[in-house]
């Protein structure tokens, strides 16, 4: 990491937030304008520590773990993406902000979408990364879905669910797990996946499954807009996961004032932690997206 970019890039502060819906593990960068960071699937703050700090130079950033996963605590009501949409308003309240920025990527693409929808108004812009915008954008076979769509079904029962949890306290099965989410659900992680499977809670498994459900089963037309506010759109021509063209489309036809970068990454999430000097190098147009 170079000195002068750690020097430029503010320090990570972890908090903890108490919302009308729940209460977030949250850690925040910088200061001015808020930037709300929309978590993807069964990420941790220290995850994200890197983006986080990175857009600290020009943001108040914010980024929150999942009510029911990591340090936050799970909903009252089951999970859903339209639950997270309000609480990304209750964060914005409690930093006193009448008006802030998303980003999301992968999954919190979808959940920025839901954000961005519950309140166009207060949204001054957003920044997609390699979003979920729809499942007709997922490259998995028919099989794959038929598979995936089988499993979620199969563990709806509070039994199957405990019994999952005992598969994943195996580091055996726990494996086994591990090769599915990657082969059949084509999931990526810079995290060591078999590691974050063994620490998952009961509501972690939860929040997982209603994610899962919601990626196969939610259209892009559920997602829509248009939407006025300039939008910043990245994302790799080879993602695996999901389909590029398919993606474009969509954020050209709901963001008029749609920016895009396209890079050449054979991956949808990185193998490694991005560190700050990456984000420099490959992310600039975070912080200069719309400016005034």
């Given at each position: 990491m170079s000195t002068l970019l750690a020097a430029e890039a503010p320090p990570l502060k972890v908090l903890s937030l108490s919302l009308p819906s729940t209460q977030l593990r949250v850690g925040a960068a910088g200061s001015g304008e808020l930037a709300i960071v929309v978590p993807a699937t069964i990420s941790l703050v220290e995850d994200w520590e890197a983006m986080t700090r990175f857009l600290g130079r020009r943001f108040h950033a914010v980024f929150f773990e999942l009510p029911g996963h990591g340090g936050s605590v799970a909903y009252e009501e089951p999970f859903s993406s339209r639950l997270v949409a309000r609480t990304v308003l209750e964060v914005a309240d409690a930093f006193g902000a009448e008006t802030f920025t998303l980003v999301g990527f992968s999954f919190g693409g979808l959940l920025a979408l839901r954000a961005l929808q519950a309140a166009r108004e207060r949204v001054r812009r957003i920044a997609l990364l390699s979003p979920f915008v729809g499942s007709e954008a997922l490259k998995r076979s028919a099989a794959e879905t038929v598979m995936l769509r089988a499993t979620v079904a199969a563990l709806e029962p509070e039994f199957a669910r405990r019994g999952m949890l005992a598969?994943?306290?195996?580091?055996?099965?726990?494996?086994?797990?591990?090769?599915?989410?990657?082969?059949?659900?084509g999931f990526e992680t810079s995290a060591d996946l078999s590691e974050r499977l063994r620490g998952f809670s009961a509501s972690t498994l939860d929040v997982f499954l209603a994610q899962v459900r919601e990626v196969?089963?939610?259209?892009?037309?559920?997602?829509?807009?248009?939407?006025?506010?300039?939008?910043?759109?990245?994302?790799?021509r080879y993602d695996p996961l999901l389909d590029f063209a398919t993606t474009q489309r969509f954020v050209r036809e709901q963001f008029p004032r749609a920016t895009e970068v396209v890079w050449d990454w054979p991956y949808h999430a990185p193998p490694t932690p991005l560190t700050l000097t990456d984000y420099e190098r490959d992310h600039r147009a975070l912080l200069e997206f719309d400016r005034d």
């Open positions: 598969v994943l306290r195996n580091p055996a099965t726990v494996a086994v797990v591990d090769w599915y989410m990657r082969t059949v659900g196969l089963t939610t259209p892009s037309s559920d997602l829509a807009g248009p939407f006025d506010a300039p939008c910043l759109f990245g994302m790799s």
